[in-house]
């Protein structure tokens, strides 16, 4: 491996990103359960989001992780680009499955146009709803900032011409994160020296699993507030 990129040693690189990723994962599910309540249609489901919402922008231990979370991410991506540029001029380098499935042999070989696509996703969702929800004029209700009426309106064709076009984009950027997690998920154990022939299978097979279901759920919650709002 070589020694460029934003760690010299390449042993403390191939750690850096596996920890970030692992990490990631780990972001993923907090921010998922925090989404499912969009689910909750209602003054209920209004009131049950925009707690969460005022939660995790407010509690302070949940502060510093978002701040780890915003380091984790600008340091994955950043160096997923630079071992990407690598990978064009020598032997596939970064995450490296003997085992993996198809899937994650195709995974493993687009990381960069599947990094390229969540990145851009990324950038979107946070000028979309983190910039609003920190710097935006969002009403307030109860005290707290109505965003879930911002995320409501944004995928309500009535009233986002683009609505229709916001949904088929958050659910592409869904698939290529699914395609992401089936080659990192299960290459970041490995990266980790975690690998055993007793345990790797588990490992991979629960890899696929949240590789499947975690962006299936995240890409669900547009699709069905843009349908019911029909």
Same mark, same amino acid.
């Given at each position: 491996?070589?020694? !460029?990129?934003?760690?010299?040693?390449?042993?403390?690189?191939?750690?850096?990103?596996?920890?970030?990723?692992?990490?990631?994962?780990?972001?993923?599910?907090?921010?998922?359960?925090?989404?499912?309540?969009?689910?909750?249609?209602?003054?209920?489901?209004?009131?049950?989001?925009?707690?969460?919402?005022?939660?995790?922008?407010?509690?302070?231990?949940?502060?510093?992780?978002?701040?780890?979370?915003?380091?984790?991410?600008?340091?994955?991506?950043? %160096?997923?680009?630079?071992?990407? =540029?690598?990978? &064009?001029?020598?032997?596939?380098?970064?995450?490296? $499955?003997?085992?993996?499935?198809?899937?994650?042999?195709?995974?493993? &070989?687009?990381?960069?146009?599947?990094?390229?696509?969540?990145?851009?996703?990324?950038?979107?969702?946070?000028?979309?709803?983190?910039?609003?929800?920190?710097? @935006?004029?969002?009403?307030?209700? %109860?005290?707290?900032? %109505?965003?879930?009426? $911002?995320?409501? %309106?944004?995928?309500?064709?009535?009233?986002?011409?683009?609505?229709?076009?916001?949904?088929?984009?958050?659910?592409?950027?869904?698939?290529? =994160? @699914?395609?992401?997690?089936?080659?990192?998920?299960?290459?970041?154990?490995?990266?980790?020296?975690?690998?055993?022939?007793?345990?790797?299978?588990?490992?991979? &097979?629960?890899?696929?699993?949240?590789?499947? $279901?975690?962006?299936?759920?995240?890409? !669900?919650?547009? $699709?069905?507030?843009?349908?019911?709002?029909?």
């Amino acid at each position: 491996m070589s020694n !460029s990129g934003i760690l010299r040693s390449s042993l403390a690189k191939k750690y850096a990103m596996a920890l970030t990723g692992l990490f990631l994962c780990l972001f993923l599910v907090g921010h998922l359960v925090g989404n499912l309540q969009l689910f909750k249609l209602g003054e209920d489901g209004q009131m049950a989001f925009n707690e969460y919402a005022q939660f995790m922008t407010t509690f302070p231990l949940v502060k510093l992780l978002s701040y780890l979370t915003y380091a984790a991410v600008l340091f994955h991506m950043a %160096d997923g680009i630079v071992l990407s =540029l690598q990978n &064009r001029k020598a032997r596939p380098v970064g995450y490296h $499955v003997e085992k993996g499935s198809a899937n994650a042999g195709w995974s493993s &070989r687009n990381m960069g146009i599947l990094g390229t696509i969540i990145l851009v996703f990324l950038v979107s969702h946070m000028q979309t709803f983190w910039y609003q929800m920190h710097f @935006g004029d969002i009403p307030m209700i %109860d005290g707290m900032k %109505d965003l879930h009426t $911002v995320v409501l %309106d944004f995928f309500n064709p009535a009233k986002n011409n683009l609505a229709g076009v916001a949904v088929a984009g958050y659910v592409l950027a869904q698939v290529a =994160l @699914g395609f992401h997690l089936v080659h990192g998920f299960q290459s970041g154990f490995q990266s980790m020296g975690l690998s055993h022939p007793k345990y790797t299978p588990i490992i991979e &097979r629960a890899g696929l699993a949240f590789s499947f $279901v975690v962006p299936l759920l995240f890409a !669900s919650i547009p $699709v069905y507030l843009f349908i019911n709002q029909l």
